[in-house]
């Protein structure tokens, strides 16, 4: 039995089970570090004899570096009280388990792969693009962190303001791809929620457009088995053969590789966990963190 | 002992040796696969007793899947005779030694790893500019190569046409990041060789902002400690300072690390291998070949 908790900056899902079938699960509200790790801790207390690890998927910006002194901290988040906070430290010392950790994104991809839209694949790309725009990257079977971890969302993609006037809604950037394409974008640009875009509205192909080019940077970069697409603005289903259609335009049959010329539909994904994404997540940091090979 | 072949488009270099000090090497013009692989094997021949392995690092597109019975080969080059061609199934034949097989960037990028710029580093980008724009990645200590392997120097990147109404040169996507500010672009642009743009010339501030681009999305998505540019146009040494500051510029603080706030000139450092990049590549793919852990 393994424990999970996917740490947002609204609430956290605490869980306990060993998969999707058995999930056993509560919901906390995010309030001060010391009030909702303590409400956390109450959660797994009862079970602690039966959990061989928990794992954490945690928003962020987090600190990823094994050899550093705030490893498992929550570091640099504007989110009030929660900055620096040892948030990896405080569960293993409290419920002493062995602690897995990583960004929510990252445990996002790690659930797919486990019980998801990625399973067997040692490289692939997942994506969320909802509140923000955030990516997962699996190279050679394992989480790709490098100096600090990937911030996806924020790279510069081609912005004609002639087609769309709009500035974006990044705070850093302006109109990075998570400034333009990000569901906060979407509504400031159109009024309209994401879910809430009528078919044949052009923010539809503006939106497939944007994400397009995002892809095809991935693609050109990482060189993905498949890309796995979650989050809330991807619930608009209409985006899904735009996207494709657009990553193939954009490619241009330059890569060559029949899983991207012959068979987009198997490339390009949604994500299969929806909601439960981050706290599966968690689960399979868990096991991880145990040592458990799957 | 070990031998190494940079496999180009216009020669291979051949070489035998242990490391940067004490390397023999030979040059063959690249003709016919067949005269031009015969010629390679007669250097190595007389040599064969000594050899442990030999490492390729050869022109592409190659096919790097293990499982593939195509593995070894270059395949869908434009170069006349030279597609599907098994170069590193015919080495290993010819001369009975294990080979390693990687694409010119990533064994330029070992080579880095192993004698030059990025040395104890488990996660940087290798970059090239010149002819082409090409990047290697090493990620958890390992060349990522995913479903084919990258071809960074393809991805999109924001184009002011008021500013450059250049229309690139990629004959597959126009003005991608390699359309833009490969060598053969800055030519075609200004009429001048990249190394022959006078100090101040505008086109110097252009191919940095255009790099930097490109720079802050790799930084984004792979997160390295580190990113070594080579190739010939970075050989105009104003190129250096600019293409930090506009990094900085782009990055504007959003990723918190001292490695680039506080130390960028350590963070976008020059090659140190320069033209034998791709020939010590060889070598440390052909050490990896052999088990030699490094």
Same mark, same amino acid.
């Given at each position: ?5 996917? %740490? ?21 509200? *995010? ?20 959990? *061989?690890?928990?794992?954490?998927? #945690? ?12 490893? +498992? ?7 009030? +009280? ?11 010392? #409290? ?58 969302? =924020?790279?510069?993609?081609? =912005? ?12 850093? =950037? ?10 906060? %974008? ?5 009024? &309209? ?28 970069? &990482? ?6 697409? +979650? ?64």
């Amino acid at each position: 039995m393994f424990g999970a908790i996917e %740490a947002g900056g609204t609430k956290f899902i605490c869980a306990v089970g060993t998969g999707p079938e058995d999930l056993e699960t509560v919901e906390i509200p *995010t309030t001060t570090p010391s009030a909702t790790l303590d409400a956390a801790i109450a959660f797994f207390q009862p079970r602690r004899a039966e959990l *061989t690890a928990i794992g954490i998927a #945690s928003f962020g910006p987090v600190d990823l570096n094994p050899e550093s002194w705030t490893y +498992g901290y929550i570091t640099s988040t504007p989110k009030a +009280g929660w900055r620096n906070c040892d948030i990896a430290g405080v569960v293993r010392k #409290s419920l002493d388990v062995p602690v897995g950790f990583d960004t929510d994104v990252n445990g996002a991809a790690l659930g797919e792969a486990r019980w998801g839209a990625a399973q067997g694949l040692s490289d692939f790309l997942y994506l969320t693009v909802g509140t923000g725009i955030g990516g997962g990257a699996i190279v050679n079977g394992r989480v790709l962190h490098g100096l600090v971890h990937p911030e996806m969302g =924020h790279i510069r993609v081609p =912005h004609d303001r002639q087609r769309d006037p709009f500035d974006g809604v990044c705070p850093f =950037h302006g109109d990075c791809l998570e400034g333009l394409a990000c569901g906060p %974008a979407i509504e400031a640009r159109w009024g &309209l929620a994401p879910r809430d875009l009528p078919s044949s509205h052009p923010g539809i192909a503006l939106e497939a457009e944007y994400l397009a080019y995002g892809l095809a940077a991935w693609v050109c970069t &990482l060189s993905p088995q498949r890309i796995v697409l +979650g989050g809330g603005v991807m619930k608009q289903a209409e985006l899904f053969p735009l996207l494709r259609e657009r990553l193939i335009g954009l490619l241009n049959n330059y890569v060559q590789a029949r899983e991207i010329t012959d068979c987009i539909d198997r490339y390009v994904v949604p994500a299969l966990l929806g909601g439960r994404a981050g706290v599966l997540g968690g689960l399979a940091l868990a096991e991880e963190a145990a040592g458990v090979s799957v």
